[in-house]
Each structure stands twice: as structure tokens, then as C-alpha cells.
């Protein structure tokens, strides 16, 4: 569960957060996917998710 404040906490010190992902899909074969409880916790902290996929 994320900490409901973490996203005001880290903005009131002038802060800034970022969550790397990496998606490896050597076969080219399948879809990047961020499960819907990971965009949810994303969405309630201010953030945004952004795929950048590697073949």
C-alpha cells in the first residue's frame, strides 16, 4: 500500500521521484503490461507510467 502522502511530502522538499521499469522482449512476441493495482498506486501518488520497450 503506498503512503497516501509520500507524493506532497517529497513535493513540500522540493524533490522529485522516478520509477524505472525495464521490459525486455527479445522474441518481439508480447505486449508490455503494467498490472491494473500498480497503475492505481501510480495514479494515487501523482505519477505517471511510461513504457519504453527493448527488442
Given at each position: ?20 521499469c ?12 503494467v ?7 501510480m ?13
Amino acid at each position: 500500500m503506498p503512503r497516501a502522502d509520500l507524493h506532497e511530502l517529497v513535493r513540500r522538499q522540493g524533490g522529485k521521484m522516478a520509477m524505472c521499469c525495464y521490459w525486455m522482449n527479445e522474441a518481439g512476441d508480447r505486449v508490455p503490461d503494467v498490472p491494473d493495482d500498480i497503475r492505481a498506486m501510480m495514479e494515487a501518488m501523482g505519477g505517471t507510467i511510461e513504457i519504453d520497450e527493448y527488442r
